[in-house]
């Protein structure tokens, strides 16, 4: 697929800054959004801030707009208005503001918290149905259908990227199965806009030995993971919660009722 201008939102988050600097001088234009502030722009960035709440900006944003990489949003656990606004709110206004924009290919970044409730025994892939762990979970799995319904009725491709824990390194027993290092999410968004596809979900995570996920859909549109967390398994393991239900779901403390979005962020 061409892409001449390429939107990135969220930019100014964790994942947006490693693709900021990814993208650096790779398309004619990238677009670069989100609520807190971007900085200066460098050559061939364009930068539009935007509340993904509010529809009209967001179909200001998708002006121009070949292909999009959805990172803007409430990336914890949050209360009901904040993840309304930012993740229900904010879904429907991208895929309707890519619709009238004729933007053929969003990716979206989707979580692990949208299958959270999977027991860590059971091995799992792409086709796994959504079970939320918390209203976050909930606002991603509610996004992948989003995804879905504008694939398959407006033909905007969507690649649904269910992540686990994405940073520098895995931090904790459980991120030695769920952790996808920065340069390796770069080659998943990487084989994301280069594949042929319709509507696909992929797992955002390393070569984990200990990984839950069977990511064979990835493999297949050319996602090859570089990294494996096994690297930290002397320094991390051991390193779990107290709670024995927070140890058998993937979705990890995020599965406990007692769980109301802690700033501390697990992911
Ligand atoms: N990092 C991970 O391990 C991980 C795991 C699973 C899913 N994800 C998802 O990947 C995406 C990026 O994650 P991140 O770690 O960079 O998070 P982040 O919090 O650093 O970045 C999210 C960005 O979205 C912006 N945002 C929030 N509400 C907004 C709104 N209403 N309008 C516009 N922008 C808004 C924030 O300002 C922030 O810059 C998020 O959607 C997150 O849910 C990340």
């Known amino acids: 697929m061409r ?7 969220g930019a100014a988050g964790m994942l947006g800054g490693v693709l900021r600097r990814h993208f650096q001088g790779r398309f004619p234009h990238l677009r670069l959004s989100d609520v807190a502030p971007l900085g200066a722009a ?13 529809a009209a900006a967001v179909d200001r944003l998708f002006d121009g707009v070949d292909a999009c990489v959805h990172l803007g949003g409430h990336s914890v656990e949050g209360d009901w208005p904040t ?3 930012a993740n229900i709110l904010g879904v429907i206004n991208v895929w309707e503001a890519a619709r009238k924009a004729g933007t053929k290919r969003i990716l979206f970044a989707s979580s692990n918290h949208a299958i959270g409730f999977h027991p860590r025994s059971r091995r799992i892939d792409h086709t796994a149905p959504a079970r939320p762990d918390t209203r976050y979970g909930l606002s991603k799995a509610f996004g992948e259908d989003v995804a879905m319904y504008y694939a398959n009725k407006h ?4 690649l649904c990227m269910r992540i686990g824990s994405a940073r520098a390194e895995p931090e904790d027993e459980r991120q030695l199965a769920t952790w996808q290092s920065l340069p390796d999410f770069c080659r998943m968004v990487e084989a994301g806009l280069a594949a042929d596809y319709v ?19 990835a493999a297949r549109l050319g996602y090859h993971p570089q990294d494996d967390a096994e690297a930290w398994a002397d320094r991390l393991t051991g390193k779990t919660s107290a709670s024995a239900l927070d140890e058998t779901y993937q979705g990890g403390p995020y599965c406990s009722p007692d769980f109301s979005g802690d ?5």
Do not use: F, H
Not at 155 to 158: E, P, R, Y
């Open 3 to 9: 892409i001449d201008r390429l939107l990135v939102t």
């Open 42 to 54: 460098a050559a061939g960035e364009e930068l539009l801030p935007c509340d993904l709440g509010d």
């Open 155 to 158: 033909g905007i491709s969507a």
């Open 83 to 85: 993840v309304i606004n």
């Open 199 to 217: 509507y696909e979900i992929v797992y955002g995570v390393s070569a984990n030995q200990r990984s839950w996920w069977d990511n064979a859909n």
């Open 263 to 267: 700033p501390k962020k697990i992911v």
